[in-house]
């Protein structure tokens, strides 16, 4: 599986961004996608998850309400829409796959991984 982050940049608070994370080589309904975020100095954490078969959704608590994950099986895309853009939303953001096909936090739990796309947001 390969994958493509994209959508990132310089954004002010509150604005929105949508991230997008194309991916190929295999078929993905038994598949689970996540999205996390590594800030400066911290260690990478989960931010939202989809199962691409169903649509079932899961989010951390502090992104609950401002952040959207979704898919378009169409175009084998997942994104991760981002409003109320915050000063503490500022990291790299990365897209991953499972294929154990569950909504799962830990990052062991993900095989494939893109290469991340940054987003700082300026107060």
């Known amino acids: 599986v390969q994958l493509q982050a994209s959508g990132g940049g310089l954004v002010q608070a509150w604005g929105s961004l949508r991230l997008s994370c194309a991916a190929s080589g295999r078929a993905f309904s038994t598949l689970s996608m996540g999205w996390f975020r590594q800030a400066p100095g911290k260690e990478r954490e989960f931010v939202a998850a989809i199962r691409w078969s169903s649509g079932v959704t899961y989010y951390t608590d502090s992104v609950k309400g401002r952040f959207t994950i979704s898919r378009d099986n169409g175009k084998s895309t997942v994104y991760l829409e981002i409003n109320s853009l915050k000063s503490e939303d500022t990291a790299v953001y990365y897209c991953?796959?499972?294929?154990?096909?569950?909504?799962?936090?830990?990052?062991?739990?993900?095989?494939?991984w893109g290469q991340g796309t940054q987003v700082t947001v300026s107060s």
């Open positions: 991953a796959a499972s294929i154990t096909g569950r909504t799962t936090l830990s990052i062991s739990m993900y095989n494939y």
